[in-house]
């Protein structure tokens, strides 16, 4: 923050563009007063009357209502008239103000928000009322009352639309706004055709449950969330992509997605000090993942991660063959009642072991135990959170180096969902040689793989458009030569990026266990 005497000043850099007489957008730097209460909108208010009047942007109510003055500010996406500016300014006092991304710009700060609204008409959002009407008034349960009045609250800002990945890739997905709106048509008792707002929404299985849209929400809704359950509708009348009826056939027959026979769930632990987990006590019961169980580019993750906790001296074991797949991907599919299943199932496997911990390879398995297993005894924790500890006790220590610069790759099941941004980092920064550097787009900002939600099974409807390549790019630009992440669907989906864009003479794409085990 700048000071003149006793005033303290904020600096606001606003994107300004002008599509009639502008190339290209460009920054321009502007100063206004810092005084406490004074948000974003105000302070562009002020810059409007007393410097520059052709400063275009727009807002209505200033109370958090009508969702007029949505933009980005310093990269997410809020509520200008809700933003108090000293929240905002960095320590050079400054405050990064952009248009929503994935719209067309108007000017400056106002977007063209048309495609926006043609994807919520899609839906037919009004309640379809019954031919027979009550006299007085429709009743409902409270609860039912609770659920609608959380998706009600919805203000059609277009903060989750902006944020959405897959929106940015392919304008024809239903999007986040519609898909909440869906949701609370069809959960409404006194909405009379649910099947009316469920016609047009096919690109429904385009998310990939990334959950961008509910980081990002000003009214902490969950437009993400409510995937599965539309999509569990469409599971029960056999409206399933075909690629994705496989998947789900295979793990009710095989119990994996892969259709690979369970009988080889362990090949990829030949040869390997592991131990049996159900038959006697280990310092850590080790969920293996069904993709590192069956993909030979994911076993290394496996592989790697029994060969570093032998270096570490700790006593690793596993389901052996009662390990089965946890249902992540099923319930982000909405097939509820295979989930349901396989939920009191690998429960009761997992709660034999005498053991307090659970470690997984991957994100998806971290995030369904912790979140979706009511009834599981153990700590669940995924294996950089455990590693990092081992790290810090100085249980497990490096004695090679690795001379690169290295850039990472939050994976949303891992960094979004459940706020593990640190522990991934802090293994990479304790490997000797190591430089990391951060993509622009890291943390809660990070962009999706491509590859959650079901989407490991299914192209989308976008042909030719892939998250995974402006992943990749994104991380060339950083100038590493690796791309490191620490999940075995973003390993996958990065490293088949780097191949079709014929860029793997320039970056590679490596789990962190593999730097792990290559650094001991």
């Not at 995937?227 to 009826?245: D, N, Q």
């Amino acid at each position: 923050m700048s000071g003149n005497g006793h005033t303290k000043t904020a600096t606001l850099r606003i994107e300004r563009f002008n599509p009639d007489v502008d190339e290209k957008p460009a920054f321009e730097e502007l100063q206004v007063e810092l005084v406490p209460g004074k948000t974003v909108l105000d302070a562009l208010l002020e810059i409007k009357e007393e410097q520059d009047g052709s400063l275009t942007f727009r807002r209505s109510c200033r109370h958090g209502i009508c969702g007029s003055c949505t933009m980005n500010i310093n990269g997410i996406n809020m509520l200008a008239c809700e933003s108090t500016l000293t929240d905002h300014v960095n320590e050079e006092g400054l405050v990064m103000v952009r248009p929503l991304a994935s719209v067309p710009v108007i000017k400056d700060l106002v977007t063209d928000r048309s495609s926006f609204w043609e994807q919520y008409q899609l839906i037919k959002p009004w309640l379809t009322s019954p031919e027979d009407v009550p006299e007085k008034e429709f009743l409902i349960s409270p609860e039912e009352v609770n659920s609608l009045s959380n998706a009600e609250r919805c203000i059609n800002c277009g903060a989750c639309y902006s944020a959405c990945p897959v929106i940015s890739i392919d304008k024809g997905f239903v999007g986040p706004h519609a898909m909440l709106k869906a949701f609370l048509r069809v959960s409404d008792s006194r909405d009379s055709n649910h099947d009316v707002h469920m016609t047009d929404i096919e690109t429904l299985w385009d998310c990939t449950t990334c959950y961008m849209c509910a980081t990002q929400c000003p009214k902490d809704l969950e437009p993400g969330q409510v995937a599965g359950t539309l999509r569990s509708l469409l599971v029960e009348e056999g409206k399933v992509p075909r690629t994705l009826g496989v998947a789900l056939t295979s793990t009710f027959r095989n119990k994996n997605p892969f259709e690979m026979m369970h009988a080889d769930r362990l090949a990829w632990a030949e040869g390997l000090p592991l131990q049996d987990g159900l038959a006697e006590p280990v310092d850590a019961l080790y969920f293996v993942c069904c993709l590192a169980c069956y993909d030979p580019r994911a076993q290394k993750i496996a592989q790697a991660m029994v060969s570093s906790m032998e270096a570490a001296g700790v006593n690793l074991g596993t389901l052996g063959s009662e390990e089965v797949c946890c249902g992540s991907e099923m319930q982000r599919i909405g097939e509820m009642g295979l989930f349901e299943m396989m939920v009191e199932e690998l429960t009761e496997s997992i709660n034999k072991p005498q053991t307090q911990q659970v470690v997984t390879t991957s994100p998806h398995c971290f995030d369904v135990f912790s979140n979706h297993y009511p009834d599981l005894n153990l700590n669940a924790e995924h294996y950089t959170q455990y590693v990092a500890r081992l790290i810090a006790d100085g249980q497990l220590a490096f004695k090679g180096e690795i001379n690169k610069r290295v850039t990472y790759h939050d994976p949303c099941y891992l960094g979004i969902q459940n706020n593990v941004f640190d522990e991934p980092r802090t293994i990479l920064q304790s490997i000797p040689g190591v430089e990391l550097v951060e993509m622009e787009r890291s943390r809660k900002q990070s962009l999706c793989c491509g590859g959650g939600g079901g989407r490991m099974w299914f192209e989308g409807h976008a042909s030719g458009a892939h998250l995974s390549h402006e992943r990749v790019r994104e991380a060339v630009s950083t100038g590493a030569q690796i791309l490191a992440t620490a999940c075995p669907f973003c390993l996958n989906m990065l490293d088949d990026a780097i191949k079709t864009l014929a860029l793997d003479d320039q970056i590679e794409v490596k789990d962190i266990m593999e730097l792990v085990v290559e650094a001991i």
